[in-house]
């Protein structure tokens, strides 16, 4: 068990007294949810809803750093993403046609 754990409702570390979640605490938290990703992320996203209600004077964007942002791991490569069609959908016949009469 961790002593780094968030101490409520001012969210600091109780190991070390840094917000929480601290250096620590992620590294921790990277090591225990390694091969679950989505897993870290809807818990920290718990704690998250817990800290909006807990700090509202906090900036959204703030807290969602703080808490989800360091999640997503920059050397890691991101999933390939599927490309839109670039192709057009033809107009309907005579529309043009009808604005311009407008």
């Known amino acids: 068990m961790t002593t780094h754990g968030p101490v409520m409702p001012i969210w600091s570390c109780g190991g070390c007294d840094l917000p929480w ?3 620590t605490r992620k590294r921790e938290l990277r090591a225990e ?4 990703p989505v897993s870290l992320a809807l818990y920290l996203g ?6 909006t209600e807990d700090m509202p004077w ?3 964007g703030v807290l969602h750093r ?3 942002g360091w999640v997503r791991d ?3 490569p991101t ?3 599927q490309q839109r069609s670039t192709a057009t959908v033809p107009a309907e016949p005579g529309r043009e046609a009808r604005q311009q009469a407008v």
């Open 21 to 23: 979640p601290c250096p």
């Open 33 to 36: 949810y390694a091969d679950a």
């Open 46 to 51: 718990s704690y998250l809803v817990q800290a």
């Open 58 to 60: 906090t900036p959204a």
């Open 66 to 68: 703080r808490f989800l």
């Open 74 to 76: 920059a050397d890691r």
């Open 79 to 81: 999933p390939a993403v």
